[in-house]
């Protein structure tokens, strides 16, 4: 069989995911006990205590197909968003909503408009439609460019895709900059305003929610995954207009999210003990890193999300500090997929796991 002949151009050119090592991989090729996934900024302190017995009740009912729309859940983000169950939209994960995007409005010879170091989720699922990414250059400060990304649009771009805050960076649009995008970007084009990480940002000053800044072109997205540290049932949402969602319904597989996921979804979403608990952690861990790194001279970028950028001098020193730091039992993330590769992404985890990330790094430097 000829493989090459069989595939388009656009597929070819994609590269398989390279996924981090699982906590098991690492325990059995380094012979350790103690491990700490710090590289996919999930939640380090696992998820609500609701989500269990939510999803025990839903096994009742698994011979059954899900509800398509998710009724129950929609109606909860609905109602704690003041939209229109029908400006809401759940899938598996907000990545398959990006999916969805790129299935419901893209025509072949569109173009996307987004940064050069950003969630390469997007970058991937533009590629399977084979669609021209332009990717502006963040700033100095690893912030996206609005002035360079509103250059780049033009009468073929469908779709300016923002993650705010940005992942892998942490950094965010201030609120100033976010209205001037929104303000100034034309009517045909989407905006994409990715808010994974919304939960950890939501009470910072100027930083402005999608949803309290929007036309009627400005698609939000957020997820379980982070805050609710439900990344292993794969649920995420989109708020937008109406016409949009009604558009996007067509597209989404029909019985996605899976039964589970929507009751684990709606146990997480009413517990907020457990939602501030884990912002709390995420501060507090973030502050106590940047006091260890400016202690230990090493350059970093703030972040308002779980995770922090670490700067280190080329593409060498990254490799070797992940995988040094990879054989004491601390699983990093270098972001080179990202478009950042001297850059090295650490995610804020439990104190225990912070400790670990410190003592690992002074035995690496002999500090
Ligand atoms: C900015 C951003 N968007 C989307 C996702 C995907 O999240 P989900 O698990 O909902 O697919 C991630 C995950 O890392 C992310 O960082």
Do not use: W
Request: net charge neutral.
């Amino acid at each position: 069989m000829n493989i090459d002949k069989l595939l388009p151009d656009n597929i070819k050119k994609l590269k398989p995911y390279v996924a981090g090592k699982t906590i098991a991989e690492v325990k059995k090729e380094y012979g350790l006990e103690r491990i700490s996934k710090l590289a996919s900024n999930e939640n380090r302190l696992g998820c609500s205590s609701k989500v269990k017995d939510a999803v025990l009740e839903s096994l009742k009912e698994i011979q059954d197909y899900p509800d398509p729309i998710a009724g129950k859940l929609r109606r909860a983000i609905a109602d704690r968003n003041g939209v229109k169950e029908s400006e809401v939209i759940l899938a598996a994960g907000s990545e398959s909503i990006i999916s969805i995007l790129c299935r419901t409005f893209f025509k072949h010879d569109d173009n996307a408009v987004t940064a050069n170091a950003t969630f390469v989720g997007f970058f991937v699922q533009a590629g399977v439609r084979g669609i021209e990414l332009k990717k502006i250059s963040v700033t100095d400060n690893y912030c996206f460019d609005v002035d360079g990304i509103l250059n780049a649009i033009d009468e073929k771009t469908k779709m300016v895709y923002l993650a705010n805050p940005n992942n892998p960076t942490g950094t965010y649009l201030k609120a100033d900059e976010y209205k001037k995008l929104v303000d100034s970007i034309p009517k045909h084009v989407l905006l994409i305003a990715d808010e994974a990480y919304y939960e950890y940002a939501a009470e910072v000053k100027d930083y402005l929610p999608a949803i309290d800044y929007r036309n009627e072109n400005v698609i939000i997205l957020r997820t379980f995954s982070k805050a609710y540290g439900l990344a292993g049932f794969r649920i995420g949402y989109a708020i937008a207009d109406e016409k949009l969602i009604t558009e996007m319904l067509k597209t989404k597989l029909t019985f996605e999210p899976t039964a589970p996921a929507q009751a684990a979804a709606h146990a997480a979403y009413g517990d907020n003990v457990f939602l501030n608990r884990s912002i709390e952690v995420v501060k507090k861990g973030r502050q106590r890193l940047y006091d260890f790194f400016d202690a230990h001279s090493v350059k970093y970028e703030k972040s308002i999300s779980n995770s922090v950028m670490m700067i280190l001098n080329s593409e060498e020193e990254a490799i070797n500090f992940t995988q040094k730091m990879l054989e004491q039992g601390v699983i990093l993330r270098r972001i080179n997929a990202f478009g950042l590769p001297e850059c090295v992404r650490i995610t804020i985890g439990t104190p225990s796991e912070m400790d670990h990330f410190e003592e690992s790094f002074k035995q690496i430097f002999k500090q």
